[in-house]
């Protein structure tokens, strides 16, 4: 009779019982075929295959989820656990961060790359901590580029056009100060501003220009190189420290295995989608010479002086020194 009843509640309770996969919702806003979207994807190839049923990852691209205005506030509510938005769009959580978007600060990639593996650096990575969010790395996309309806080799060429920024009080100064208008607009919207010529123009990676079509509506990009477009990958520490031990190591593993995958694959992805635009005949490619680029470092510098207190002069000296 007893054994009857305790098979009676043991047939009762499975339901319950199992142990049901952690899950991640990963939200970004670029396209599948991006240094971003091609990690995300590894990412959650890693986890499925290191920890089959424990850990789903569900991949939301192009915006589908969240803009990345918002994701950090989903994040903080539990309705999202990872993105990487652009380092430019933290500045509500940290000023610090803000040094990746003054103007010619980082002559390439590489540089970047030395300042995010940094002393420095890594301590920026813990930055968003107190506002509850936990950078788990950083990944390239790349340096960005102006895309115009106008062809523009001079700063003063730039005057009176509007061009799309993110969120970013950085760079809203760097279009001021070429006294160009900065609106600052959600990624998903940049292809129809745009296509109906609500705007002049935008900058960004060649990646991104790329994959959006937004080559296909501005007949010239100017190589100005003038700054980065990088991530942090970030989840939040609610999420992040209620999972078992064992389970946060492999996944931080598995993440650390995806940035780097991401990050090998980023440069050549900027080659050779600059090369397709180059292809595609649509749009004019102008390569500064050195005298020319020289002109808009003397006109955007001055920005960096504004945000000196904010972002720390110690952290911008830092930043100077990954160029050597
Ligand atoms: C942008 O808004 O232009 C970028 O931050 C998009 C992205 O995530 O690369």
Known sequence: MIASLLLTAAALTPV???????EIKFSHVVAENTPKGLMAEKFKELVEERMPGKVKVSVYPNSQLFNDNKVLEAMLLG??????PSLSKFQSFTKKLQVFDLPFLFKDIDAVDRFQQSETGQELLGSLKKRGLVGLGYLHNGMKQLSSN????????????KFRIMTSDVLQAQFEQVDAIPLKKPFSEVFTLLQTRAIDGQENTWSNTYSKKFY?????????????????????AEFWMTLPDDLRTEIKRAMDDAIAYGNAISKKKADEDRQLIAESGVTEIIDLTDAQRQAWVAAMKPVWKKFERQVGKDVIQAAEASNE
Do not use: C, F, W
Not at 16 to 22: D, L, Y
Not at 79 to 84: C, E
Not at 153 to 161: E, L, S
């Open 216 to 236: 296909e509506v501005q007949p010239y990009i100017t190589a100005s190189n003038h700054g980065v477009l990088d991530y942090m990958v970030v989840t939040s």
């Open 79 to 84: 309705d999202v656990q990872m993105a990487a």
């Open 16 to 22: 319950t019982s199992i142990a049901r996969p952690v």
């Open 150 to 161: 106008e062809k523009i080799v001079t700063p003063d060429q730039i005057a009176g056009k």
